[in-house]
Structures are given as C-alpha cells and as structure tokens.
C-alpha cells in the first residue's frame, strides 16, 4: 500500500485595503502559489474572499460599489481578474483551496470557496459558507466595526459535503483495485471538507464531515480581534490582549475540532491591518489529527505555511477513541437538529422521578 | 439583580487501591468536603467512580468479586459505607456531584452520577454515562490495560438533561419574579449538566446542554495515560510524552467545549497510581465560558482545587457568537442524529455538479 503522504500549504495572505487593484492581489496569490510550486508543495489553501478587502465590515449605500466585491459567475476561474492564479494551478498541477465572495449567474450572493484541482485543470468541489456571523443591520455605535455578512450573503445551500481528490495524491489505490470487503480508511484518493471562518467555531460542521471519513478540513478566515462593540459584555481590554484572545479561539477550535474528528486541518488567514487600521488576526496553521499544531504562520504577511502530512495518521483516532460506529449514541442527540435556538429549563429545578 | 457568584471546587482524588476499604476511601472525600466548608465553596464535584479504584481495567471472572464495586440500589445516599459523606453535605448545605457505579434496584448497571442538593437535602438529578469508551471483550495482548465499560455498564438511559440548582446562589431571582417577557439569560437559579469522563471528548453531548441554556458543566473522570495497546497506530512515546498527551486532550476539549457552549465547566479527576502501578492523569480544572483555565490541580493526589465564578459571564457568547438562534443552521446538520458511524464518499471525486 502507498503511504498516503501530501506536502500541504496555507497560503496566508496580509493586508488588502479597500481600494486595492484585485490583479495586484492576484498576483500577490500567484507568487504565493510559485513558492509552493518550488517547495514540492501539492495543496495550496488560500484565505476566505481573498481577492479583495474583508468587504463586509463596510455598509454599502450604492450597489454597484458593493457589487466590485462580489465575482461574478458561477464558474469564476476563467475571469480576466482571477484567471492568472487558476492557469498556475493547472500548468503546475497543484491543488488549491480559494475563497470569494460569489454572485451567482442567477444573482444571489454567497461567501463561497471552491476546490480547484491543478492535476485536473477544473473545479472539484464547491462550499458555501453556512455559518455566516455578525448582523443584517449595522450597528448604532459609529465606533463599531460592523459585521454584514448576514446582510450580503445567504447561508450556504450546498451542505457541508465531504469529497475525493483524485489524483491528489499519485499511485493510491482506486476504487477497482480494492477489495469490497476491505476497510476503506487509509485507502483511495484523500478525502476532503471545505468550511469558511466563522463554521470553524461549529462543531456541528466538523462532526458533519467527520461522519463522511474526512481526513483534511480547509478553512479560510477574516477574523478581526478589535471588537469595541462587544466591550458591554466584557472587561476592556487592552488591544494585545483582545489580539491574542482572539488568536486564542482560533487556535483552540482548530486543535479541538481536528482532534474530536480525528483529522488534518489547514486553516489561512487574511491577516494584518487592511487600510492601515483595520486588524485581523495571523495565525494560518496545519494541525494533525491528534490536535497539534504542526506549522504556522511566523508574520502577519503573505507567507507560505507548509507541512509534509501523512493521511494514514487519522487511524489512530477512527478507529479507537473516535470510533464513531463503536461509540456515538445518536439517539441522544436528538436536540442537535431538532431545535435552533436554546430553551432553558424552568427557573426552578425539576423533580427528579 | 443579585449578581450570580457562585464559589465552587473539584475535589481531585488520587489512588484508590483495588482492595481499599470503601469506608476509608469516602473519608477522604469527607476530608475534602471539610475542607470545603471551611473555605465557603456552595458546590463539590467528586470524580467519576470515586468510592473504588477503577475497576473496569480488570477481567472479573467472578460476579461476586465485580459486585464489590458497585453502588446497590437507585436512592444510594443511605447506604451505610457512603452515607458520611451525604450527611455532610446536608450539614454543611453545600451541594455536590458524586459518581459511583450504580447498580439499579431491578439489577442494571450504569456508570452514574448524582446531583445532591445539600441546601435540599435530597437528589437533584441523575445522569448514566453515555459515551462508554473501551471494548466488551479484553484484549488479547496480556500487557494491554484494558478498558471493560461496554462489558460493565449500559450506555446511559437518561439522555442530556440540563436542571436548574434551587438555593445554590441565595436570593437570585424566582420564577413568579421574572416577567414572562424578560431575557431569562443570567436570570434564575443556575442551570448545570452532568457529564462523565469521556462524554467531554464528545461535542454532541455539550451541544445537547449547550442547547438547554447550561451555564455549569461538571464532569467526573478516570484518565489513564499509559496506552501500551495504542502502540500500533503511533509513534512509540517516552511514559513523559504518554502522560503530556493524555492531560493535553483533556484540557483542549474542557477548553474548546466550554467556549463553544458559552459555559463553565468543572472536571474533577481519579489521579495517581492505583496499586502503585495504574496511571491516571490529574488536570482537575475549572474553565471559564471564555475557554480558559482559571484553576487546576498541582498534585496527582487529593486536592480541592476551587475558583470564584460569576455565572452572568456566559452571556457575553451565548448572546453574540454562539447565539445559537441566530447562527445555528440545523437543516445543514442532519447527518448527526440520522447516521452513527462513518459513511465514506467513493473511492474516486464525485463530479461537481
């Protein structure tokens, strides 16, 4: 059997301002991708909604400025703009994780990524963000930094969908060369989830892909430590610390959820200070399935995070502690789909029978 | 409103031999509950099967032998060997969580905590351990430890039910003084769940008490580190890295999960060698619903390990990240309650559609 080993990367990318030129961040991306290309690299995750600034932060008056955000088409790796890191990609034969904000030939908005196979020169696999946070409305306090994605986005309606990248690794068993009745795990083309952000911090979207065998999660993020709005809730802080907490959850539910799915992780950040003032954590990383952080990212720059990971790794974790066959209980999660929101026991204690 | 502080404890105990005397060994949990008083905690959580040793890492080939470890009858609080510790509780009114193998009036057995209200006098709630780890039958390799709960108990048959702890905070707020229309968040007696030992690894399980509204977690374990029979799927480690590893998944979930689900969580743990030889970690801790660890044990023997804690600070993530009414997509998560173990995509990519 080959051991199904992978050079991976995330590409992390800085700062993007408001009125940047999206070729200029594209080509930003594509030297990114060469340097994967000169380190053997064979993946390639990028950020959520790289081409531009984290757009959603601003409320937008006039549609056709908000529309500048947004690319166009359901299929986007032939736009003039975008086009120059998809043909690296192909002519180099590296995979890559790529998140952008999405407006759909029928002109809805989602904030999307696509798996683009270099090896294969076409899109693989497509995710919708599901678990998109902040507000519809701004916020009333001028000082906030708002959160709109509620308000330019629809949830995702693509589910969260578990898929094989063929040819990803060369030389791995394929479908007719195994027998049926052998175990699958470590066996066949590596198996892959897509999420973006804020899903990271959902452990209903890990489990998702857990249930369908995932070895690799890629996530892309935007995620700003400055939140002045949340400071009723909280003691004030000073900007390291609300820096360092936010880099905190991050790295936590990283580890937590690689680990309780029993799976690599790769996760980029759109880091820096985007207009000069607008902060957003570092910290892209690969985690092992036993829930350690393998690399990261050393700046708050465009850098390449790289690992040599090995798939069969997530056995140790499938097949014993998170066995889920063995050891899930499912008729005691009833709650889990049946009810959105909480509903509290009554305010005195119920009676035990 | 009165705020809702509240000083609470995990009461770590460490070795308990396979022939310790019952009685003795419910003396030291009495020490640490005086200990308790003395300090002014409202709430002590025992570990999981604090009354014996551990005893489903033997092969008890004589039932009478396996019944020596085992709690008789559903109401175990008058029993004669435990009934010190009940006493005091009531005595001092500080509630407390205790867990013992239980062994039902009509003949079952469950791995079971209690919730004794000692302001009550009486049992709260009960919960059965859900997620029984480990196998039926003992490994074949004679240097493995084993792990007989599926042998030994029934999974559970009480589900995740939250409860809400009357008298714990004197003076909060009572359910004909909250206005129907209030935000009942931070209002009311406090709403705790139980879990125990390797339910905490399973994110479904704080869903279900994430979804009632839970402000308190307290979980119960027994942690061995030493995992010779794992040796096949991983690296040979020094016993050094064995115990790191272990103490480092338990504080990663107790952390991840408590921030996910916006509540505190007490863990209170079996620690030391039992019969000088059997390793259990230590890593008693209290966790904030920020996912930080505020206190946590020294030693690997008894020790009351104790934190003040403000209940109303879960509200700053229940009421914006993890507003699960807001954010949660359940149509997005149905594989989680309709299919138990995994289901792998093909062998080779599907097409995008």
Known sequence: ???????????????????????????????????????????????????????????????????????????????????????????????????????????????????????????????????????????ADPEAINQLEKRYFEPGNLGFKAFRAPDLIPGVAKKGDIPAEAKTIGQGDPILGMMICNDRRWPEA???????????IMVGYNTPWNAKHLFGFRKPMTDEQAEAEAYYHHKLVMEANSYMNACYSISAARAGYDDGKFDLISGSAIVSPNGYTIAQAKTIEDELVTADIGLDDCRQGKETTFDFDRHRRTEAYSLITSQTGVVEPELLAAEVP
């Not at 006039?62 to 998809?86: H, M, R, S």
């Open 1 to 139: 059997m080959t051991p199904r080993m992978l050079k991976v990367a995330a590409a992390q990318i800085g700062a993007v301002n408001r009125d940047a030129d999206k070729k200029e961040t594209v080509q930003r991306m594509v030297k990114l991708l060469e340097e994967a290309r000169s380190k053997g690299v064979q993946l390639v995750v990028f950020p959520e909604t790289t081409f531009t600034t984290f757009f959603p932060r601003f409320l937008f008056e006039d549609p056709a400025e908000l529309e500048k955000y947004f690319e166009q088409g359901d299929d986007i790796t032939t736009n003039q703009d975008v086009k120059p890191l998809f043909d690296l990609s192909r002519s180099s034969k590296i995979d890559m994780y790529v998140g952008y904000a999405e407006r759909t030939d029928d002109g809805r908005g989602f904030n999307t990524c696509i798996y683009y196979s270099g090896q294969k020169g076409r899109i693989l696999s497509k995710y919708r963000k599901i678990h998109l946070p902040g507000t519809k409305e701004p916020f």
């Open 206 to 216: 890990w489990r998702m892909y857990g249930l369908q065998g995932v070895e690799l």
